[in-house]
């Protein structure tokens, strides 16, 4: 058995766990972190896309911001459109603030380049992981790699492991509750060497159903149009993907769109999901593992590192000082900020979505609500204080 002594024991190297890591690093306080992937597994995922000024301010104070400085796309506002109806929502005029497109594969790439050059251990490609000893002074974190069993002491644990991981799981549930909704529809998402369809964003809602025109730079677009739960990835070829998607978006756009072949395509289902509290003892829950937003409003990502951002500073300020305070409100101060992004990112859900068992009375109700929006800056400006990330 391989026995390691650490300060904070991490599961999960996503960028939850990265990023906290490289903040206590930077603080002098030591952390391990275990994953269940091979990092190059976690290196390639392809999922979010869009920063809250906040993520890369909170990138920039960890030392790692130079590259999404460099290379983010700074958008000042974004498309909605109903059918052939646009609107767009001018993030600048309205809130004086802008986002930034980054996919999260460069701000993963970003964190585990400077966690190596820091010398930040990364436990990957481990299984069988158990949180142990929750109720000593010492928690561990068990597991079992190639080279055989290993244990991770330390004297917090961090559940970053994401929504399928194990940490939530060792909070019992007598203290526990656990608030979802499951959407009966999925995404299907494409990246394709191609022009993006628009300079900015657009969010398209249509009566067939919702689409997403994203990117990542000038010559990589992310798409997504909305399918059923039932679907797989085989059934949708690359024409079929196109020939929906145009069919859904304003035709303006769709007749100029530049199509491709597919250089990844999958299926995410659309949930969304808090657990209370976001503490047990010496254990402590951030990112996914706690909560998940439907992607519609870009929140989850960001919402991992705000997360990050109030952990990191309690857990600082208890190495450096003695003071408990920050960690004692943790949970309580992150779900706040949570409880708001899950309502933004539900109600971007609600407007933009076909629900198949809707009645026509619904469907008059998301139009009356997009008329209403295209007619009133202050609904826009609430729409829009929300999509740049609420302060913390
Ligand atoms: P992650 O990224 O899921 O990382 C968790 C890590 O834990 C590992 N793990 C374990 N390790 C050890 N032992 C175990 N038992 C383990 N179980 C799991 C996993 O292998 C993994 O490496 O969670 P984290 O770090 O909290 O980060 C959260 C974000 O990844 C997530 O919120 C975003 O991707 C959500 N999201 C978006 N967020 C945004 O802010 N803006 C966006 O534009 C945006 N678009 C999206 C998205 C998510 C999507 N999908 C695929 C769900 C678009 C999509 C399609
Ligand atoms: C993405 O580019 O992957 C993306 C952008 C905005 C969203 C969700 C995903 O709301």
Redesign the pocket.
Known sequence: MQRFITDIAI????????MLAKLLHNAGIRAIL????PMQ??LT????????QG?VNLLTQAGVGARVAREGQRHSGFMLSYGDDQLRIDLESLVNSEVTVYG?TEVTKDLYNALNADGIVILDH?SE?AVIDLDTEQPAIT?VRDDGPFEVRAQFVVG????????RQAIPESVRTDYERIYPFG?L?ILSETKPANHELIYASHPNGFSLC?MRSERLSRY?IQCSLQDTVDEWSDERFWETLKSQIPQDIAQSLETGPSIEK?I?PLRSFVCEPLQYQRLFI????GH??P?TG???????FSDIHYLSSGLISYFHSGDETGLNGYSDKALKRIWKSERFSWWMTSLLHKFESEDTFAEKMRRAEFEFLCQSRDYQRALAENYIGLPY
């Open positions: 599961v999960g190297a996503g960028p939850s766990g990265m275990i994953e269940r992937q597994h976690v995922r392809i999922r979010a896309g869009v920063l809250e993520s999260q481990a992981t597991g970053c492991d994401g929504f399928r991981g194990i940490a995404w998402g994203s997504y999958s995410a951030a990112g996914d593992a998940i937003v992607p870009a929140k989850g990502l960001n919402l991992a």
